[in-house]
Nanobody
Framework: QVQLVESGGGLVQAGGSLRLSCATS????????MGWFRQAPGKEREFVAT???????YYRDSVKGRFTISRDNAKNTMYLQMNSLKPEDTATYYC??????????????????WGQGTQVTVSS
């Protein structure tokens, strides 16, 4: 059974940084494409970033140059380094995984497994 657990969320001032982690278990992590999504109150869940099993990366336009997605296959963990945070980045952040290669995977419905989410709040 594949499990994903996010951590690293919190409250930060605008311009600050946070590093989210997504620890996985129950699968061969290196053979999974991974993604980060977010959902703000009253809004639909949206794509943030994705990384393939060959470390190709892709971002939504609003986070390019500020966020960096990465993975450590030895630790079965994916990361999202978020710099220069803005109030509009406030949301619950979710990690997701899909077995096999696919790039870029930006649609919610292609991912089979999801974490429970971690809250990120950016104050102005």
């Amino acid at each position: 059974q594949v499990q994903l657990v996010e951590s690293g969320g919190g409250l930060v001032q605008a311009g600050g940084s946070l590093r989210l982690s997504c620890a996985t278990s129950g699968a061969t992590f290196s053979r999974y494409a991974m993604g980060w999504f977010r959902q703000a109150p009253g809004k639909e869940r949206e794509f943030v970033a994705t990384i393939s099993w060959s470390d190709d990366t892709y971002y939504r336009d609003s986070v390019k140059g500020r966020f960096t997605i990465s993975r450590d296959n030895a630790k079965n963990t994916m990361y999202l380094q978020m710099n220069s945070l803005k109030p509009e980045d406030t949301a619950t952040y979710y990690c997701a995984s899909k077995r096999g290669f696919g790039f870029p995977l930006v649609q919610i419905n292609v991912y089979a497994y999801w974490g429970q989410g971690t809250q990120v709040t950016v104050s102005s």
